[in-house]
């Protein structure tokens, strides 16, 4: 198998989706313990293999679908790039080593990457045939993702989990999801339903108002959590506005690049909502690693 064809079926650039597993670090003021690192690394590398075969997997199944899509059928397995013994090899070499190097690292986190991968393969069966509960099956794959970090902070003193932090991760996977339908609507039109069978059911509107309703509730969330943050005061308000101009941003994205919203690596290449990702980040380092906050909530 090429190189070309091995990263395609891995789809590495849908990788970014794992650094969840860093929130637990970052927001349980363990950023800079050092001897966190190699597992919270591991992990994340045992992450991005069970991802990898989820994705393999899910390509096996969609081949045939893939092979007449104006864009999937440049993936591996409908290209030629990749033939299915060579596929079904990875996947069993993938799930080997994820799952044992996982019961090795910590037992918690296998059991989380075994809910990542029944719940892609449930997803894959079953779910994916139903309006509505495809939405929530592959979102709750963000919960699992974030529940790993936590996981690896066995033994180490750290804020009780927020169940606002958790949900907000939850609805901000259902709105990319409801952003990603309504760019493949939009995008092939008339054939949506030849490629995701789901998309004959799924109105514009209707994912219109999905979307709106995600939006608000992912904003409610994230304000509720800075509000009540288990870290002892409400530092994070001052991230809000970001926040919002963020999810305004994808907003955009969703009515006016349908193409950037179906594959959701190329949200980044819009360079506003990076700049503000990256605005968030640095303020959220600011404000939970620096005396800085003193000023500003004495």
Not at 59 to 71: C, L, N
Not at 216 to 244: E, H, K, Q
Not at 251 to 266: A, E, F, G, P, T
Request: net charge positive; hydrophobic share 50%; with cysteine.
């Amino acid at each position: 198998m090429a190189i070309d064809g091995l990263l395609g079926l891995l789809r590495v650039r849908q990788w970014y989706k794992n650094l969840l597993i860093f929130l637990g670090l970052v927001f349980s003021f363990n950023l800079t313990n050092f001897d966190l690192y190699p597992p919270f690394i591991t992990g994340y590398v045992l992450l991005c293999l069970v991802s990898g075969a989820n994705y393999a997997i899910n390509d096996i199944v969609d081949r045939d679908k893939d092979a007449s899509h104006p864009e999937k059928k440049n993936r591996p397995l409908p290209s030629g790039r990749a033939s299915l013994n060579e596929a079904y090899g990875l996947i069993a070499v993938l799930l080997v080593v994820s799952f044992v190097g996982g019961y090795y690292l910590n037992t918690k986190f296998a059991i989380l990457l075994g809910l990542l991968f029944l719940t892609s393969q449930f997803y894959n069966l079953v779910a994916r045939k139903v309006v509505v509960l495809d939405l929530i099956v592959i979102s709750s794959n963000y919960i699992w993702r974030a529940l790993t970090g936590i996981a690896l902070l066995k033994g180490i003193p750290h804020p009780p989990v927020s169940l606002w932090f958790i949900f907000g991760v939850f609805f901000v996977a259902l709105l990319l999801a409801a952003g990603k339908r309504r760019g493949e609507h939009a995008f092939l039109g008339d054939r949506a339903g030849e490629f995701r069978g789901t998309l004959q059911s799924y109105s514009p509107a209707m994912l219109d108002n999905l979307i709106n309703v995600f939006s608000a509730i992912t904003i409610l969330f994230y304000t509720m959590y800075c509000v009540n943050a288990p870290i002892g005061d409400s530092r994070l308000m001052v991230t809000i506005p970001v926040v919002v101009f963020i999810i305004g941003r994808y907003l955009y994205i969703v009515y006016n690049k349908n193409q950037n919203v179906m594959d959701s690596s190329r949200l980044l290449d819009d360079r506003p909502l990076l700049l503000g990702v990256a605005l968030w980040i640095f303020t959220v380092m600011i404000l939970l690693y620096t005396p800085l906050y003193a000023s500003v909530f004495p």
